[in-house]
């Protein structure tokens, strides 16, 4: 076995040849293994605006100030799918107060809906909005469509026009949060 003299120390050949191969072997994996990466950001398909001006619709959340019982409130939400496919979803639309809600506390409930952006494109009507108690006792979930199923084409836009009464003995702060649920 022939050996080498290295660093003062007698080394076998066999040995320093191993050595080599491992380097070669570490840079070439090192080379073969190397990465890629890709950063994707995915956002909701659906936006939701909402204002009490239409046209001028936003982010929220939309405060009407003090009313009293009997009087009612109008406001708009924007749905806009963002997508260049399909969506179909749930629209929930909570109204919930501290001091308690029912579906007693509003006279009438109602809707309209029109495509696009501009109001001339025509209203078509949800009314009656339906309503269901929560099992909480702060709670109503307002609906919207019989099967409470939506259907948005690919880059749909439409305005809601929601008028709420409230009946004469509705106290208290009332919340309207909607969201879209797949």
Request: net charge negative.
């Amino acid at each position: 076995m022939k050996k080498i003299k290295m660093f003062g120390k007698m080394i076998p050949v066999f040995v320093l040849v191993l050595l080599g191969i491992g380097m070669v072997s570490a840079v070439v994996v090192n080379y073969l293994s190397n990465q890629v990466v890709a950063n994707i950001t995915v956002e909701s398909p659906i936006e939701l605006k909402i204002g009490t001006v239409y046209g001028e619709l936003g982010n929220g959340p939309i405060n009407f100030g003090n009313i009293v019982g009997g009087e009612t409130i109008e406001f708009y939400v924007s749905t806009e799918n963002k997508a260049s496919v399909p969506i179909t979803g749930t629209m929930w639309n909570i109204v919930s107060n501290p001091l308690g809600v029912t579906c007693d506390d509003f006279v009438s409930l109602t809707a309209a809906s029109t495509i696009g952006n501009s109001a001339t494109e025509g209203w078509y009507s949800f009314a009656p909005i339906g309503c269901v108690q929560g099992t909480d006792g702060y709670s109503v979930r307002l609906i919207t469509t019989p099967t409470e199923i939506w259907q948005w084409s690919a880059n749909h836009y439409d305005v809601a026009h929601v008028i709420a009464t409230f009946k004469t003995n509705a106290v208290g702060t009332y919340t309207l949060t909607t969201y879209v649920k797949p």
